[in-house]
């Protein structure tokens, strides 16, 4: 059973979040509100939200607690003006579910609405699983908060790659808003 504190600070959050209206996102990074403790919201690795161990059903809540977020030196945060509450999140809170390509840019689209242009403001960069070589690409979307790119995703920005020669040899790479990424070794580079 939920204490009332954490009940109470979930309908907070979601009552603050609903406050910020439809003008964009709640400038969270202004806030500084005390610490209230954590509340039992965990972002699974598949982009999944969950309270209290069930998944939130509604999209629009999960969109609504999304603006608020926030990550900080000791992790993600829910914050509202009046409160601050510590949640966990698996990998990045977010996954980018689509991309395409608008002229010079790359428009990747997540999974709670978000849309990204990527570019020098909002990168991509592709870690590799030391066990298994596996690539984990993320997309930079606001303020240290990142998306997965997800698999599908990522296997267009592929097929959309170029090759470059780079400090780390040659790669493939994508460009969007006059910065170029690389997303993997080039066919001959890879041993």
Not at 69 to 75: A, E, I, K, N, V
Not at 156 to 165: G, I, N, P, Q, T
């Amino acid at each position: 059973m939920p204490s009332d504190t954490a009940r109470t600070g979930l309908d907070g959050v979601a009552k603050a979040a609903q406050a910020a209206g439809g003008k964009g996102l709640p400038p969270v990074h202004l806030w500084n509100p005390p610490h209230c403790g954590d509340i039992d919201i965990r972002i699974a690795r598949d982009g999944v939200w969950f309270h209290e161990g069930t998944p939130i059903g509604r999209e629009a809540l999960v969109r609504l607690f999304s603006t608020i977020l926030r990550r900080d030196p000791d992790g993600f945060h829910l914050v509202t003006p009046v409160e601050k509450m510590k949640i966990t999140v698996e990998d990045a809170p977010f996954i980018a579910v689509r991309v395409d390509r608008d002229g010079e840019a790359l428009r990747f689209r997540t999974n709670v609405g978000d849309e990204v242009e990527a570019g020098p403001d909002h990168a991509i960069r592709v870690e590799e699983d030391p066990a298994t070589g596996e690539p984990r690409p993320y997309l930079h979307v606001r303020r240290g908060l990142e998306a997965l790119i997800a698999r599908p995703v990522f296997y267009e920005l592929v097929e959309m790659a170029s090759e470059r020669d780079t400090d780390q040899g040659r790669r493939f790479g994508v460009a969007s808003n006059g910065a170029w990424f690389p997303v993997g070794p080039a066919a001959s580079d890879r041993a």
